[in-house]
């Protein structure tokens, strides 16, 4: 199942430095799409959402932008911490069927001090 | 700040028998849900849970698979007969409602099949 896909398995930064985190989607039907972060032995943490009619969402350091046409979205985290580094997951859903969200494989986020 | 619990954090089990994992969504949370990830694989919806009843479920999840609100504050996945393919981290989230709302994931169940 590759709905979603999240082509760069990991992604080194410099602390203070722009990370920039990509996703492609396949489904037109997805209607919602959120980004998680995950340490290893916990759960997804929730960072940020944007729903298909908005292009652009902010909120703090993390910025999601969606392009639709081009069935892509990618979270900016601006300036980058060393705290930052986790996976990072960009999950989709259509919200007509049951809220159930399709998660990429993610990305290993590594920023640098 | 409120939070997902669940437990236990890791169980281990014999292959055929029956496992409980149990969640305990935020208290005005109204959608619950399961995924699981087995290692090295992606994040996988098994179950949303609304109003008493399941809201959708993936093939995954089968008859072996059933969840139940048995109070106002828990939510379970019962696994009638497990077998080694179900050994995975277990995830309970909930949303305040459906339509726009994130998704708060739970710690995890670690669970062992052997």
């Known amino acids: 199942d590759q709905q979603v896909k999240q082509n760069s398995p990991s992604l080194s930064v410099q602390e203070g430095r722009i990370s920039i985190l990509n996703c492609d989607y396949t489904?037109?039907?997805?209607?919602?799409f959120l980004w998680y972060k995950k340490y290893p032995a916990e759960g997804p943490t929730f960072l940020i959402s944007?729903?298909?009619?908005?292009d652009k969402n902010e909120d703090g350091r993390f910025t999601v932008f969606l392009n639709k046409s081009a069935k892509h979205l990618s979270l900016h985290i601006v300036p980058s911490q060393p705290g930052d580094s986790a996976v990072y997951f960009c999950?989709?859903?259509?919200?007509?069927?049951?809220?159930?969200?399709?998660f990429g494989a993610g990305t290993i986020l590594r920023v640098k001090s | 700040e409120p939070e997902v619990t669940q437990t236990p954090s890791h169980q281990v089990t014999q292959m055929g028998q029956e496992v409980i994992l149990r969640c305990v969504p935020i208290?005005?949370?109204?959608?619950f849900y399961w995924y699981r990830q087995i290692l090295g694989q992606k994040v996988e919806f098994l179950v949303s849970?609304?109003?008493?009843?399941?809201?959708?479920k993936s093939e995954i999840f089968d008859d072996q698979f059933s969840v139940e609100r048995p109070d106002g504050s828990n939510f379970t996945l019962k696994i009638r007969s497990t077998k080694l393919e179900d050994s995975a981290m277990y995830f309970c989230?909930?949303?305040?409602?459906?339509?726009?709302?994130?998704?708060?994931f739970g710690p995890g169940t670690r669970l062992t099949v052997t």
């Open positions: 489904n037109s039907m997805f209607d919602y």
């Open positions: 208290s005005n949370h109204l959608y």
């Open positions: 999950a989709a859903t259509p919200l007509e069927y049951g809220n159930k969200l399709v």
């Open positions: 944007i729903s298909s009619i908005k």
């Open positions: 989230a909930s949303s305040r409602d459906r339509g726009l709302y994130e998704q708060y």
């Open positions: 849970f609304y109003n008493n009843e399941i809201s959708e």
